[in-house]
């Protein structure tokens, strides 16, 4: 067996942002016609650390990986990203930055009049100047890495759901970014679908080391990432072994009412004495 | 419905004038900055003005005819019939060809690029577009702006010349005008700054379907419903607009060409 991967990181959670935080957000703030969606938010996310964003519908979650990417901006506060402050950068000036992030959008966000082969390649093709070998190696390898080698001429209409999610994780990862942003990728799908793409985010996570914000309202997806390790011998995630669980990079952070009510790590999850959290993740 | 106040109501109007001139600009200025998609501007070409030609074809064809048949009654009372010619160039040339081309595109193409451009808004694929590290304004807008502007033009010199020869079919057969007499007259009474006023409300009309189009596609609101909305806006606005920017243009250029 393939032993669990060892933790390179310091203690991730609660800590103060240092110069290893890939994503900081420092009193951050914003409201969308005159109410407020996020208020006085502050978190950061350390280099190789997964955290897993909770909270109720319409609580936010969404809105802290667009801002993260930028596609929103802050009415205040800051916002760093991969150490750039991106708060209010023109929409020009984040395209660079963005293509060293990789986003898997809540309904994939497919491009529907591109086959899966241009739209996993899209980042590839939109740098220029690449040859027709050089896109079809590292599309291969994506598609290989969410085992759909096969729907390479297909259109995202004629896949699954759970097949357009992972086709949407094939496209985010092509370039091997530094940040995966998840926005609910498992959300609407059967249990059994959902478990292959958090076990595609853990083989994510644990082969390329990429540090990751996840939004879901499945708790078990999240505790799964937090349980489990991706063993490349077997091709298949695996239970960590009894005592190794604290070691894995993972955070939690519940949002209500556009504030972070718990940012912290496993234990202290299911520790908590907060009436709310309780009835939460009970 | 809820109703709006009138200061929110000006705000809103003022935003979207903002709005739209901004798009407007960066369109053009988008063509002088890398990256340029020369391949999607050709894909667009194709689409709006290949795809566009049947019912160009058409419809230039039947205002020809149709402006022959009207005038060459009223022309035959006062024994001018021989100008035929002339009043279907001049009417085809300066101001029916360019516009009837004009709301033509605008139909088919302004509700097009709206409703596709807002289908993609809905369903995130913009976002995901600049999530990937692509300005939606250069692989989306300018090409299709640059792609109706350049097509625009050909279509309506389709059109003015189709036009032309549905008004010869008709004063040939029907009225049994000379064939050659009809090409030389209208030939003949064409003047350089007609050409010029035919030649320049397409770009602008084109500009304007494609501006119009891409801007309420990009503010497309609420689902299938917004984008089914904002498709008949794109329609409507761009076909008002196309009437207002021709009734200036005309004015303005008959004022520098100090037409009598």
């Known amino acids: 067996m393939a032993a669990p991967p060892s933790v390179t990181t310091e203690r991730l959670s609660g800590t103060q942002p240092s110069a290893s935080s890939l994503v900081v957000f420092e009193d951050v703030a914003l409201a969308f016609e005159g109410t407020p969606v996020l208020k006085g938010i502050s978190f950061h996310l350390a280099k190789g650390e997964t955290k897993a964003i909770f909270g109720v519908a319409g609580s936010g979650k969404s809105t802290i990986l667009k801002l993260t990417l930028g596609l929103l901006k802050p009415d205040a506060g800051r916002i760093y990203v991969l150490g750039e402050e991106i708060s209010q950068r023109k929409e020009e000036d984040l395209f660079e930055l963005r293509r060293r992030i990789g986003m898997v959008f809540q309904e994939s966000a497919l491009f529907d009049s591109l086959t899966v082969r241009e739209n996993v390649a899209f980042r590839l093709l939109e740098e220029g100047n690449v040859t027709e070998e050089e896109v079809d190696q590292p599309v291969r390898e994506a598609l290989s890495f969410v085992e759909l080698e ?133 | 419905m809820e109703l709006v106040s009138p200061a929110d109501f000006a705000k809103d109007a003022v935003q979207a004038v903002q709005d ?118 250069k692989k989306l807008v300018t090409p299709r702006v640059a792609a109706t502007v350049f097509m625009l033009f050909f279509l309506t010199i389709i059109s003015d010349l189709l036009g032309l020869f549905g008004g010869a079919l008709i004063s040939t057969l029907l009225y049994h005008m000379d064939w050659h007499q009809y090409w030389s007259t209208a030939w003949q009474i064409l003047v350089f700054q007609d050409v010029f006023m035919g030649l320049l409300k397409p770009v602008l009309f084109g500009f304007v379907i494609a501006t119009i189009g891409c801007y309420y596609g990009l503010t497309a609101r609420g689902g299938t419903q917004g984008v089914g909305r904002a498709t008949t806006q794109a329609v409507v606005a761009s076909s008002v607009l196309i009437l207002v920017v021709d009734l200036l243009v005309t004015k303005l250029l008959m004022t520098i060409f100090a037409y009598q």
Do not use: W
């Open chain 2, 20 to 137: 739209y001139t901004l798009l407007a600009v960066r369109s053009v200025g988008n063509l002088f900055r890398p990256p340029r998609y020369v391949a999607d501007i050709v894909y667009q070409a194709d689409l709006i003005g290949v795809g566009s030609l049947p019912i160009v074809v058409l419809t230039g064809l039947s205002i020809g005819a149709e402006l022959a048949l009207n005038s060459a009654n009223t022309l035959q009372r006062f024994g001018s019939l021989s100008l035929i010619g002339q009043l279907v160039s001049v009417g085809m040339v300066r101001e029916l060809g360019p516009i009837i081309t004009g709301l033509m595109v605008a139909g088919r193409n302004a509700s097009g690029m709206a409703s596709e451009l807002g289908s993609m808004l809905v369903t995130e694929q913009i976002d995901a577009m600049r999530a990937l590290g692509t300005d939606p304004m």
């Open chain 1, 150 to 282: 096969n729907t390479v001429d297909m259109f995202p209409s004629e896949l699954s759901g759970g097949m357009r999610r992972r086709v949407a994780i094939a496209r985010a990862m092509i370039t091997h970014p530094e940040l995966m942003l998840y926005d609910s990728p498992t959300g609407g799908l059967d249990p059994v679908t959902a478990t292959t793409i958090i076990e595609l985010i853990i083989k994510q996570r644990d082969v390329f080391k990429t540090s990751s914000l996840l939004v879901t309202h499945r708790l078990q997806d999240a505790f799964i990432m937090a349980t489990h390790y991706f063993d490349r011998r077997r091709n298949r995630m695996q239970p960590l072994p009894p005592g190794t669980r604290s070691e894995v990079p993972m955070g939690f952070l519940i949002l209500r009412d556009g504030k972070i009510i718990f940012d912290g790590g496993l234990g202290e999850l299911v520790h908590t004495q907060d009436e709310y959290i309780r009835e939460y993740i009970s």
